[in-house]
């Protein structure tokens, strides 16, 4: 269905957050003070707003407070996109001759940054679809009539340029070879072609990890659309305007590890597509546990939910750490994440509550894996002093010298574990309740299954 002009939708959302609000809107648990200045002075209720999210733990934050955010920030990105939109028919008009690509890309920026920190920081929670269609639609208006023709015939060659380049994947196993100098020697098992759903249910039943095979050939995101290409992944994020969260350190139980929020385009050139050189003084960036896909619908478009994760999958072993846990609820559909980032990312060696099928499309990864009988040689930790129960995650760096290891964790060496060099279109089946550790040894992009 084509998407409706920008004008209309612009109209329709203003219509959407704008009073009478339902009886049942969770808005109106909101201050009436602070709802009267919503169509006002929307900035200002920005402000207020996220203010008031981050005085709370993120899954305590009144809903209320998360619409307003939402709504406030629909509200502003509209004042700016018709400002915005004005100003270049204005200088239409006067038959302005400079091309002022600055000031057209800062309003446009702005727009997105408002759109996308509403899906970021507040979920858009009964706004999504509204987000999504002003972003497709302001996306179609810049990149069709809105752009002057010499900025299309400059996005042109700049596309061109762009389109042959791919993500550069090395034959050789990389960095792993510091961890494994005599390569894999303890493979996860493998099977060359999927397993029938009756197959891959009697697999699950004896608890171990497998290696799936071509299991992704018919994936857009392998082919047709490929996700190795620099150029189709900014075009799918709005010329890489999009803002994406991302970690900044090697692994976060690092010290110096952050977050922040950038936009796509930032991401890829300041850590996917610089030499060496850049990437040393950069440091590295990984776009991680993201839900891209929710974020970003046309991209979700490029690959399928395996059959596999609408499977009844056992649940944790008698006498593991997590059956002694509370299960978390069954969800109806599986849990989606990206995983983006340069060689040298790690995921630290930890567990996770859900069964989960890890598919790798662009580039490689190591992993190694643990069954939940070895905890008790892994140094789970503890809860920290922020009252974060960090239990799933291991004390031990996978990475330190053997002198290190032997020395604080002397019972990891006597460990069980097997390990796998994932390549594009393998997925790997990880049980519920294994532990593993993760690095990437190119630059890699992967989907996670989670689903109970």
Same mark, same amino acid.
Request: proline share 9%; net charge negative; aromatic share 8%.
């Given at each position: ?38 169509? @006002? ?38 004042? /700016? ?25 800062? +309003? ?13 920081? !507040? ?61 894999? %020697? ?9 397993? @029938? ?10 608890? %171990? ?9 018919? #994936? ?21 305007? %999009? ?21 796509? %385009? ?21 776009? !991680? ?49 990206? +995983?983006?980032?340069? !060689? ?51 004390? /031990? ?34 049980? =519920?309740? #294994?532990?593993?550790? =993760?690095?990437?040894? @190119?630059?890699?992009? @992967?989907?996670?299954? #989670?689903?109970?």
């Amino acid at each position: 269905m084509p998407t409706p002009s920008l004008p209309i939708l612009l109209t329709t959302a203003l219509q959407t957050i704008q009073p009478p609000h339902p009886p049942t809107d969770p808005i109106l648990s909101c201050p009436p003070s602070t709802l009267s200045l919503l169509p @006002s002075h929307p900035a200002a209720i920005i402000k207020l707003a996220h203010s008031k999210i981050h005085s709370y733990p993120f899954s305590d934050v009144p809903l209320c407070w998360r619409r307003l955010f939402t709504d406030a920030s629909i509200g502003e990105a509209v004042r /700016v996109i018709r400002e915005g939109c004005a100003e270049r028919k204005n200088r239409k008009e006067r038959r302005v001759d400079k091309d002022d690509v600055g000031e057209e890309e800062e +309003w446009i920026q702005e727009a997105v940054r408002l759109l996308d920190m509403a899906l970021i920081m !507040a979920g858009a929670p009964e706004r999504g679809e509204v987000v999504a269609r002003l972003l497709g639609a302001l996306q179609v208006f810049v990149e069709g009539e809105g752009l002057s023709r010499e900025k299309k015939k400059k996005r042109r060659k700049v596309e061109e340029e762009e389109e042959e380049e791919r993500f550069e994947v090395l034959d050789g196993d990389g960095d792993v070879l510091l961890l494994l100098p005599g390569g894999v %020697r303890k493979p996860v098992e493998l099977r060359s072609a999927a397993l @029938s759903m009756g197959a891959f249910e009697t697999w699950m039943e004896n608890g %171990r990890p497998l290696v799936v095979q071509g299991a992704l050939a018919h #994936w857009p995101a392998m082919r047709e659309r490929p996700w190795n290409s620099p150029a189709y992944l900014l075009e799918k994020t709005f010329g890489g305007r %999009r803002l994406v969260p991302v970690e900044i350190g090697r692994s976060y139980t690092d010290a110096g590890w952050g977050q922040e929020i950038i936009t796509f %385009r930032e991401f890829m050139e300041r850590y996917l597509l610089h030499d060496p050189i850049d990437g040393k003084r950069n440091g590295i960036g990984y776009l !991680a546990q993201h839900d891209l896909f929710s974020q970003i619908p046309s991209l979700r478009n490029d690959i399928s939910i395996p059959d596999y994760c609408y499977t009844d999958p056992p649940p944790p072993a008698p006498g593991t750490p997590l059956a002694e846990k509370e299960a978390p609820a069954k969800m109806d559909e599986p849990l989606l994440n990206a +995983w983006f980032g340069p !060689a040298g990312t790690v995921s630290p060696l930890h567990t996770d509550p859900y069964h989960n099928i890890l598919c790798q499309v662009v580039g490689k990864k190591y992993v190694r894996l643990y069954s939940p009988s070895e905890s008790g040689k892994l140094y789970p930790k503890g809860v920290e002093g922020c009252g974060v129960d960090m239990s799933n995650t291991s004390e /031990v760096d996978i990475e330190a010298g053997e002198g290190t290891l032997d020395e604080k964790f002397p019972l990891f060496r006597e460990a069980e574990y097997v390990e796998t060099i994932l390549k594009e279109g393998e997925c790997l089946y990880i049980p =519920v309740g #294994w532990w593993h550790y =993760v690095r990437s040894l @190119s630059v890699s992009f @992967s989907v996670s299954f #989670w689903w109970n």
